[in-house]
């Protein structure tokens, strides 16, 4: 039964487990702590795009709005998944097939 600093032991108790007032005294030591290995962050596969892979998505879009197919947040959502395609090395087309 171990005792902290908070709670008292009797003498007749100290006697019977031959503990001393300075044994409780004392904090066993505590385990050293060990951080977590961080993970490995993921190296980025695209590069910036070029000025006439941004001309290319801006036509693109621009067909999109004459269309009035889709909404706002739909138009920035496809715009968004066509960017990362194209930065990846896909073309245009390449990009627009894989989404759909």
Known sequence: MAYGSSQKMSKKEMKKTGKSKQDLD?????PP???AQP????KREGKP????QKADLAKHMAEHKEVKDLS???KRSH????MVRMRKGMTLSEAHKDIS
Request: hydrophobic content about 20%; overall charge positive; aromatic content about 0%.
């Open 26 to 30: 004392e904090d066993p030591p505590s």
């Open 33 to 35: 702590a060990t951080k």
């Open 39 to 42: 993970k490995p962050r993921k």
């Open 49 to 52: 795009m070029t000025a006439e």
């Open 72 to 74: 706002t947040s739909e």
């Open 79 to 82: 715009r968004m998944k066509m």
